[in-house]
């Protein structure tokens, strides 16, 4: 009996730390608990009902009416208004209020704040956590540091349809890897903990399906099988709950039929109940009054009523809620119950964000506020440089045609060449251009002679009239998109003047940042303008060309492709891009990154995407004429496939070794490579698992990301990898939405890229 009441002390004492933190979790809960509804039973109803208002300063709601609403409690947050003394008088506004609640603040912070990190393609082509993370912990720390408490980030979005402008926000087609990415952000933004200054709340978006609108046009519905959401869309945003995120922002579009911010299925029964989703559910910019536009609610009032009965909380930019809530209330067609669960969560993020505790938490006092807030000492420039150089994917290097040599005589061409404005990218929250460095400026500062550098801007991003009103907003100074007022042919001919004196060619070409946006869905992914035949042109001076890309999409670039000696995908890589470009230009960096995302070799062949399902009739590369799944006038497969990326050192993979043949559930399979570096240069490199189920009772991917490695190693340096995979590796949701693995044969695929793997099989019993 000594001996078992022994056992039980020690086993109580080794628990006792997990004990003590979920009685510690529990009492924190209660307290905030308690907190919470005793507020409630104190507040009016117009109180409440101003809690559920997120609003911007604007010509729908002036600053002085939104301050007049602050102090009156009629308002629970604002957004898009940033810096330390503006965003201190609304709080002083909100604390003269007969219960003294405050306001949270909010902002765009996608991919830094005043520093810009590359947009989120060109984070999820570094394959590294580690990057990722330093970019939300920044961007964190910036925001906080300008008064901010919330920032609507990440953005989430599965996209395969690179038509869709905001594919630029986003991590790319794969919901593993995105998944992973957002848990990352999520974590990194928010820190170990939420109410300490340097730490935001994260409101991950758009939820759900906003990366799938049909034909790739920005605000269009999504109709879409529920195992397919499940399988391919829904795990980012699953992540992020996961993960432990403070918000969620609602899609504007529609979904099967029923608009995300009156969807109740959407909110309450998935997001609510299967989910267990703990935090605040925000719409996004007008969306309750979009619902008018989208035919489910014929009045304000209804739209106000569909979307507070769905489950939103908050209703951002709009008036509805302030304008239609208390007759709704009144008329008993929305009850307080509903009201009052959204007020909740609305007290709830801003206990979270120790906001009750010390209203000023991230605004400080002004006698702390900084003299200049544009102040380099601000900046994280080190940082910044060191991730865009991980984001950076080369395409193509015929004949070893980088790195550029220091000494030899360089012809910088393209309209994107000088734009410090472009290579923020877009959502550059509120960083300057006047601190980004230029493709431009970073090879001149890394040239030991700027006298060899020769520039000409061969043509303007776009000539079309109807894009440039469309980009270039009356009024704004500078104006988005630059027009040189000199002729197509002039600027032409003097940068192929200017490429004959050098001894390689650097075209710096794509899309400006206006192009890769919201609402910016292009129908074409070519170069724009007169870009192409800028190309052609320097080709055929027959100097070495170098292809430096700065796009917020995939491009059908095959012709350029062909013509180039060498191709870097930069994407827009933020403050220090410029340096970060010339660091792998010339060799001082050796680029690692990988794409995250398929390119297409033609509009035509969108939606594109490695992780397809396989067909009837799959193509078949032996027998060409065979009746198969594809197109007869063009090439079957990508341009450049997902995982792709090069480096200036080699790799090889050796075949793959499996532990076992067969997998019993509840067991492991490992499954390893050895892999070498070939060349003459350290490099680091992306190892990447794949698995494919190879019969089911529906049909799956041809292939399914599932791990990877990146791994650095000297030149001549080999290194075996592991990989372990469980039965959890091979579930997904079945017709009946059923998670769960099936016995049967299964490829475990291993290589380089998603398109050039090595084999093995092994049977799930």
């Known amino acids: 009996m000594r001996t078992i009441a022994w056992l039980m002390l020690i086993t109580f004492l080794a628990s006792a730390p997990v004990v003590a933190q979920r009685l510690s979790d529990q009492t924190s809960a209660a307290a905030k608990a308690h907190f919470i509804e005793n507020l409630l039973r104190q507040m009016t109803t117009e109180e409440k009902i101003g809690q559920l208002r997120l609003n911007c300063i604007g010509v729908q709601s002036p600053r002085e009416q939104l301050l007049e609403e602050a102090a009156a409690s009629r308002l629970g947050g604002i957004f898009y208004a940033v810096g ?34 590359p947009i989120g393609i060109g984070l999820a082509s570094t ?32 996209t395969r349809d690179p038509r869709w402008g905001r594919a630029s926000e986003g991590w790319g087609e794969d919901a593993w890897l995105s998944a992973l990415y957002t848990s990352t952000m999520v974590q990194a933004l928010q820190g170990s903990t939420l109410g300490a200054a340097g730490n935001v709340m994260a409101s991950a978006k758009h939820f759900a399906l906003y990366g799938a609108p049909e034909g790739g046009r920005d605000y269009n519905s999504v109709d879409m099988s529920l195992p397919r959401m499940y399988q391919d869309y829904l795990p980012p945003y699953h992540a992020a709950v996961k993960a432990g995120v403070g918000a969620m922002m609602l899609t504007y579009i529609a979904i099967n039929g029923v608009p995300a911010t009156s969807n ?3 909110i309450r029964d998935l997001l609510r109940k299967q989910w267990r989703f703990k935090g605040l559910i925000i719409s996004d910019f007008n969306a309750v009054a979009d619902l008018v536009s989208h035919g489910v609610a014929s009045t304000d009032r209804e739209a106000a009523m569909l979307a507070i009965r ?13 304008d239609e809530l208390p007759g709704l209330l009144r008329s008993g ?137 469309y980009l270039n907003v009356p009024g704004a100074n500078p104006a988005d ?58 080709k055929a001076t027959g100097k070495p060309l170098v292809l430096v890309l700065m796009n917020g999409r995939p491009l059908s670039i095959g012709k350029e492709h062909d013509m180039a000696d060498a191709v870097l995908e930069t994407w827009y890589s933020g403050t220090e891009g410029g340096n970060a470009i010339a660091d792998v230009l010339f060799g001082d960096y050796n680029p690692s990154g990988k794409l995250p995302i398929t390119f297409p070799r033609s509009v035509g062949q969108v939606p594109t995407y490695y992780n397809h399902l396989n067909t009837s009739k799959p193509p078949q590369a032996d027998a060409p004429r065979a009746v198969a799944s594809r197109y007869i006038d063009e090439q079957n497969g990508p ?26 559930r509840g067991e492991v399979l490992g499954a390893s490579v050895v892999l070498k570096n070939t060349g003459q240069r350290a490099g680091e490199t992306v190892v990447q698992l794949y698995l494919r189920d190879i019969s089911a009772s529906i049909s799956r991917p041809v292939k399914e990301l599932k791990r990877y490695q990146k791994i650095l190693l000297q030149a001549g340096e080999e290194r075996t990898l592991y990989f372990n995979l469980s039965e959890e590796d091979l579930k997904f949701y079945n017709a009946q939405l059923e998670h ?5 044969a299964f490829s475990v695929m291993i290589g380089l890229d998603s398109r050039d793997v090595k084999e093995r099989r092994f049977e799930l019993f």
Do not use: C
């Open 264 to 266: 109740t299925w959407l």
């Open 310 to 322: 769905a489950g939103l909380n908050m209703s951002m930019s709009d008036t509805l809620f302030r």
């Open 639 to 664: 341009l450049y496939p997902f995982g792709f990326g090069l480096s200036y050192t080699q790799f090889s993979l050796s075949d793959i070794t499996l532990t076992r043949q067969s997998l019993k």
């Open 740 to 744: 769960a693995a099936e016995a049967g």
């Open 481 to 538: 998109v630059e027009v040189d007022p000199r002729s197509p042919t002039r600027m032409l001919q003097e940068a192929v003047d200017v490429a004959r004196q050098a001894d390689v060619v650097v075209a710096v070409v794509g899309e400006s940042r206006g192009m890769s946006y919201e609402g910016a869905s292009r129908a074409s992914l070519g170069l724009p303008g007169y870009q192409a035949r800028l190309i052609s042109a320097l």
């Open 84 to 117: 330390r003394a503006d965003l201190r008088e609304f709080q002083d506004a909100a604390l003269r209020s007969r219960l003294k609640i405050p306001l949270f603040f909010a902002y765009d912070v996608i991919h830094g704040h005043r520093t810009i990190f």
């Open 333 to 469: 067609a929305v009850s307080q119950e509903e009201v009052d669960d959204a007020v909740r969560e609305v007290l709830g993020a801003k206990y979270d964000l120790g906001l009750f505790a010390d209203p000023y938490l991230r605004i400080g006092a002004a006698k702390d506020d900084p003299a200049d807030i544009h102040a380099e000492t601000r900046m994280h420039r080190e940082q910044a440089r060191d991730v865009a150089r991980k984001s950076l994917v080369l395409l193509k290097n015929q004949r070893n045609a980088l790195p550029l040599d220091k000494s030899a005589r360089i012809a910088v061409v393209g309209p994107l060449a000088k734009s410090r404005l472009d290579i923020l990218g877009n959502w550059s929250s509120i960083a300057t251009s006047a601190q980004a460095v230029s493709v431009y400026d970073g090879i001149a500062h890394a040239l030991d002679a700027p006298d060899r550098l020769l520039y000409a801007r061969g043509a303007d991003v776009t000539d079309d009239p109807r894009i440039l009103d």
């Open 127 to 158: 394959w590294d956590t580690g990057a990722i993370t330093l970019a939300g912990r920044i961007a964190a720390q910036e925001a906080s540091a300008d008064g901010l408490d919330m920032v609507f980030s990440p953005m989430v979005d599965i």
